[in-house]
């Protein structure tokens, strides 16, 4: 059978190519009619098999925690907690008295009807734990079946599958999981926060992955591009090389990569920016350390809020962002508060539909009805901020109001940790600008924050009309549009005025000819995913200043990105990084 090509969405680097292995679960079998006589045996079956899959998930909590994971773990000793919950094992045995069903039916029946309950009530919190109670019955009905639970590859493969629920592919067996390809999910979903976390390399939104494998056979060849998103199914000798040249280079990159992680990203003619990382979770840390970022200038604590039953309590916040204070040891650490709506759902939080959500009620616009979800975050930032120095960003900001709304959030915060006499450090209150109108009013309220982030993919989004996640769009969604330029400039400049620091955490930032202009337009410091940081410090060793400055200023003049484009690759391209080591770095 000839190849074939499937663009999917990145989702986790790397290369990986060898056989593919279909995970899915087997579906269970439907409720069987029971005699009188065979009751107490059914319900004493049900009762032990809830108390297996409760020790089973506390077990998977403790081993996905001593991963490093302590975040995942949670999710599975809160579903542990369901598992022993009478409400719903009671309920089931029940449920095998009254309709005379087997076990197997009676836990689905009773679980459907839970979540049902659940899904009414008027507590926002409560409503959400619908998704776990029907999770956990279907792993009780899973071990009644003798279906065994966890995939086990005999041999290493890369995994496909539509969708991997968290619980499966926490599971998987790493050393035999070469990568992961889903037909459906997101790279936001939980199966590409874990493939990341782990270093599997990953990818999402393959449409025609399952059919096309399936029609190769079974044990035929996948190829993977985590950093691409791209599959190929049964790739010829020239892709199968091709693919092989590019695990070499990533893995000799990364040599380099490390390698370099002690210098600093200093023009050649002596001018500083301070490279930071972008974090998802506290996992990622380690990472970054290691590849020399100065600290983090994004963390995004969706993770903490995403694909569970109800919001993280002040407590587990706190300890997440511990970790990471604890891990940049004195270094600056920039947490940014929820940032939900747009193409993040939570179902805990029962948002209203919108016909556009990503103009919706999304980050801190849902502090008007929700100001409890952003005070008790603000809380969690306040205590960790006693280990480190802390700062603290809202997303979404469209002017001085919303600004004052993150101030007075803050404020009440603040005033009550110290009414309840709790230890609080010192925490630096900024905004992200990601939305054109806070530029362009930005000096009505800057001067009262210690600093902004300009977040340029929203901000393309916003200034160019240009959906995020669109791939018909991909020729608009250049960050070097002279119109996005114009709009860093004036933040730089009104930035400057308020006396306040500028950062830039986009993904432009980790772009190294992107970079560059961003440098040339007085930007000092980005942020950035940990990968990209060795290039963009080698694009910023290579360059002079002035010359970055030159271009910025015919760029701002342009009129397409393609001709910025051409001028910073151009630099780029003659980067003097590799000849001249300057002294002292
Ligand atoms: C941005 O919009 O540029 C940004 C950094 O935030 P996010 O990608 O999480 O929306
Ligand atoms: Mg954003």
């Known amino acids: ?52 899959a409760s020790r089973e998930l506390r077990d998977l909590a403790a081993s996905v925690r001593d991963a490093g994971h302590a975040d995942e773990a949670a999710i599975f000793l809160a579903q542990a907690a369901i598992a022993r919950d009478p409400d719903v094992v ?37 409503r959400g734990r619908a998704t776990d109670v029907l999770d956990v019955a279907d792993r009780i009905g899973r071990a009644l079946a003798g279906i065994s639970d966890g995939p086990l590859l005999a041999a290493p493969a890369i995994v496909i599958a539509d969708d991997l629920p ?45 059919t096309a494998a399936r029609a190769a056979g079974s044990g035929a060849e996948l190829a993977i591009d985590g950093s691409t998103g791209e599959a190929i199914v049964e790739p010829d000798a020239a892709e199968r090389a091709r693919y092989d040249g590019l695990a070499a280079d990533a893995a000799a990159d990364r040599e380099r990569d490390l390698g370099e992680a002690d210098q600093p990203a200093r023009t050649f003619d002596g001018v500083d920016v301070l490279v930071l990382a972008n974090i998802g979770s506290p996992d990622d840390c380690a990472d970054a350390l290691r590849l020399g970022a100065r600290g983090v200038g994004l963390f995004r604590t969706e993770f903490l809020f995403l694909e569970r039953a109800r919001p993280p309590s002040e407590q587990e916040q706190e300890g997440a962002y511990r970790r990471v204070i604890e891990a940049f040891a004195g270094l600056p650490v920039t947490i940014r508060l929820l940032d939900v709506g747009g193409d993040k759902q939570i179902p805990y939080l029962d948002q209203p539909r919108e016909d556009n959500p990503f103009l919706g009620v999304r980050a801190l616009r849902l502090a008007d009805r929700r100001p409890d979800l952003f005070i008790t975050q603000l809380r969690a930032c306040y205590r960790a901020a006693a280990a480190g120095p802390v700062k603290v960003m809202a997303p979404m900001i469209a002017d001085a109001a919303d600004a004052a709304t993150l101030r007075t959030l803050a404020h009440e915060a603040r005033a009550s940790l110290e009414r309840d006499g709790l230890p609080i450090g010192e925490v ?21 924050l210690a600093f902004a982030s300009l977040g340029t993919n929203d901000l393309l989004q916003y200034a160019l009309a240009v959906d995020r996640g669109n791939p018909a769009l991909d020729r608009y969604r250049d960050p070097l549009h002279p119109a996005l330029l114009r709009l ?7 930035s400057s005025r308020a006396g306040i620091e500028l950062s830039v955490c986009g993904e432009m930032a980790g772009d190294p000819a ?9 930007v000092r410091q980005l942020s950035m995913s ?4 060795a290039a963009v410090r080698r694009a910023i060793r290579g360059a002079a200043a002035p010359a970055l400055e030159d271009a910025a200023n015919e760029a701002l003049r342009g009129g397409t990105a393609a001709e910025a484009r051409a001028r910073f690759t151009a630099l780029l391209e003659s980067s003097t990084a590799d000849r001249v080591v300057p002294a002292g770095g």
């Open 1 to 52: 059978m000839a190849q074939v090509r499937i663009p999917g969405r990145a989702a986790a680097p790397g290369i990986a190519r060898g056989p593919w292995a279909e995970l899915g679960r087997p579906a269970l079998p439907a409720a069987r009619p029971i005699a009188a006589t065979e009751m107490a045996d059914e319900a004493a079956r049900l009762r032990n098999a809830a108390k297996a």
């Open 488 to 494: 860093i400039r004036e933040a730089v400049e009104s």
């Open 530 to 533: 940990a990968a990209s940081l």
């Open 166 to 210: 968290p619980s499966v592919t926490a599971t998987l067996p790493r050393d035999r999981v070469l990568g992961i390809a889903l037909e459906g999910s997101s790279p936001t979903a939980h199966a590409a926060i874990l493939a990341r976390a782990y270093g599997i390399p990953a990818i999402v939104s393959a449409t025609g992955l399952l």
């Open 514 to 522: 992107a970079a560059l202009a961003l440098v040339g337009l007085g």
């Open 90 to 126: 009671e309920a089931a045995v029940i449920a095998i008295e009254r309709d005379r069903i087997d076990a197997i039916g009676a836990i689905a029946s009773a679980a459907r009807e839970t979540a049902a309950r659940i899904a009414a009530l008027d507590d926002e919190l409560l």
């Open 428 to 448: 630096d209150l900024g905004v992200m600008l990601e939305i054109p109108s806070a530029i362009l009013v930005g000096d009505s309220y800057l001067a009262q």
